[in-house]
Every structure is written in structure tokens, then in C-alpha cells.
């Protein structure tokens, strides 16, 4: 299995500039997760969904950021418009519904962002 | 609410001595216990997780973790540093299968040194 794929790995842009960030889950994953890490505030939960529909997004940080999940096998995180305090590295991860306790959440590899 | 407490942001230890990196956690229900590591430029890889039995817990190149309750706390160790463990490492709790939120320390960053 190729693991969550995110892209773009690096994103530069400027203030005001709408900024797109793109998940694919492991297949045959329900449920995903995009996260936030920055040196400040480590790493935060900004919302999950459970197959295709948010659950929780009470970790968005306001109404500047949305996040979709049109099918079981891509989902974006939008910004608009970014604000320098927005640069962060942004993960996507995905699980499967537990069998047992607990699933454990893969990641992928992050995308890096810097809003100038 | 769930919290999770890393002493220590860093952490420095000579190739070849003990590893010890520090977690308490706080919640109100028993925990689900996990630790992750994150290579530079990369996503957290899980290590090792804690969710019901054996309070020892094996996992991945050779680090192990003891669930400690009265003591609230899933240190993690390993006998023997090797240059590769150099890594930041986060532990993480959750609380129930129905709760799919992980909650984050603020991650220790391990040194090795030659």
C-alpha cells in the first residue's frame, strides 16, 4: 500500500491567496483526520470525518479554513484567504473503523506551509 | 477532557546508554496510551500502543512502554540508543472507541550522541 499520499509537500504563498491542500487515505480507510503541528502549539486535531461525512471540526480554527471529502478516496483542506499565521506543516491521516480497541491513525507525510 | 504531559522537550543521551522519555497523562476514564516518532520531514509513525492487558507494552525497534495507572504515567525506554532513535517522539491518549480524538504532548526531540 502506498500509505496517505498529501500533496503539495511545500506550499509558499502570499497573504490573501486561497491555498489548497489535498489527502488520499489508504484504501479501505473511513475514517480521516487533518491535523495541524506548529512550534507553538504542537499538534492539533482540526477535524475528522467518518466515511465521507465530518464528524468534528470543532478544531477548525475559524471560518477561514473548510475542509471536504467528496468520495472515500480524496479529501481537501482549504484555506481562504491564508494569513501568515497560518504557516504550520498540515497532516492528513486515516484509519479504519476498530475491530478491537483502538486503531491506529497512519500519516502521511505532512505539507509544509508558509504564508509570506 | 484528556491531556498528555512530555517533561522534558529535549532530550540527549551517548550512543549505546538508556533512553527515557517522559509522559503522564490526565483523564477521567481509562486511557488508550500511544507513542508516536517523527522522522525529520516526515508524518508520525505510531511505535507502540497501550489499550487494555499486559501494562508492558513491545513495539517497534526496540522501544517498550509501561502503563503505570496509580502513577499516571507511559514512560518510554529503550536499553540502548542507537544513532538511528534520534527523533522527535510524541505520546498521545485517547479515551474510548467511540472517542475517535488523539490528544498530543508536546513531543521530545532525542539527540544521540556519538
Known amino acids: 500500500d502506498a500509505g496517505v499520499i498529501q500533496s503539495p509537500r511545500h506550499e509558499v504563498t502570499e497573504m490573501g491567496q486561497e491555498v489548497t491542500l489535498r489527502c488520499k487515505p489508504i484504501?479501505?480507510?473511513?475514517?480521516l483526520f487533518w491535523y495541524r503541528q506548529t512550534m507553538m502549539r504542537g499538534l492539533e486535531l482540526l477535524i475528522y470525518?467518518?466515511?465521507?461525512?465530518?464528524?468534528?471540526d470543532s478544531g477548525m480554527p475559524e471560518d477561514r479554513f473548510s475542509a471536504k471529502m467528496p468520495n472515500a478516496s480524496f479529501s481537501t483542506l482549504k484555506i481562504q484567504p491564508s494569513e501568515p499565521r497560518d504557516s504550520a506543516v498540515y497532516f492528513c491521516?486515516?484509519?479504519?473503523?476498530?475491530?478491537?480497541?483502538?486503531?491506529?491513525?497512519?500519516f502521511g507525510p505532512g505539507t509544509r506551509l508558509l504564508v509570506l | 477532557a484528556q491531556s498528555v504531559t512530555q517533561l522534558g522537550s529535549h532530550v540527549s543521551v551517548s550512543e549505546g546508554a538508556l533512553v527515557l522519555l517522559r509522559c503522564n497523562y490526565s483523564?477521567?476514564?481509562?486511557?488508550?496510551l500511544f507513542w508516536y516518532v517523527q522522522y525529520p520531514n516526515q508524518g508520525l509513525q505510531l511505535l507502540l500502543k497501550y489499550t487494555t492487558g499486559a501494562t508492558l507494552v513491545k513495539g517497534i525497534n526496540g522501544f517498550e512502554a509501561e502503563f503505570k495507572k496509580s502513577e499516571t504515567s507511559f514512560h518510554l525506554t529503550k536499553p540502548s540508543a542507537h544513532m538511528s532513535d534520534a527523533a522527535e517522539y510524541f505520546c498521545a491518549v485517547s479515551t474510548n472507541v467511540g472517542n475517535e480524538k488523539l490528544t498530543f504532548g508536546t513531543g521530545t526531540r532525542l539527540t544521540i550522541i556519538p
Open positions: 483523564s477521567s476514564v481509562p486511557p488508550y
Open positions: 470525518f467518518n466515511n465521507n461525512v465530518p464528524i468534528d
Open positions: 491521516a486515516s484509519r479504519r473503523t476498530p475491530v478491537g480497541p483502538q486503531e491506529t491513525q497512519y
Open positions: 484504501s479501505g480507510h473511513d475514517y
